[in-house]
């Protein structure tokens, strides 16, 4: 059974910063792309950053690119999203998805859509204050 985990969340004020983990077990962890959405109050849920599993290659959506960094450690098999100069939109659940890779070149054409990922964690809170 696979399971993600995410842990990191809190309350914070703005341009202060975060850490996120999520860590993943009953998968092949080092095969799988891995990725972070969030959902706002009211709002759908969005893209905000992934990482393919080589490691080689990371995506941001515009709204955090220069402020958040995914990373992964393989031997941990947890992934993580550092969140700098967090502002008051960044504020949402945040969740953590995974999935392994088909090896079919198709995963950096789909990579910010839900439902490429087969396994989710069950979420986060990030509250930023104004």
């Known amino acids: 059974q696979v399971q993600l985990v995410e842990s990191g969340g809190g309350y914070v004020q703005t341009r202060n910063s975060l850490k996120l983990s999520c860590g993943a077990s009953?998968?092949?962890?080092?095969?799988?792309?891995v990725a972070w959405f969030r959902r706002g109050s009211g709002k759908e849920r969005e893209f905000v950053a992934a990482l393919t599993y080589t490691g080689g290659s990371t995506f941001y959506a515009d709204s955090v690119k220069g402020r958040f960094t995914i990373s992964r450690d393989n031997a941990k098999t947890t992934v993580f999203l550092e969140m700098n100069s967090l502002k008051p939109e960044d504020s949402a659940v945040y969740y953590c998805?995974?999935?392994?890779?088909?090896?079919?070149?198709?995963?950096?054409?789909?990579?910010?859509?839900?439902?490429?990922?087969?396994?989710w964690g069950q979420g986060t809170q990030v509250t930023v204050s104004a």
């Open positions: 998805a995974a999935d392994i890779d088909k090896h079919s070149g198709i995963y950096y054409y789909v990579r910010d859509k839900d439902e490429t990922y087969t396994y």
């Open positions: 009953g998968l092949i962890f080092s095969s799988a792309n």
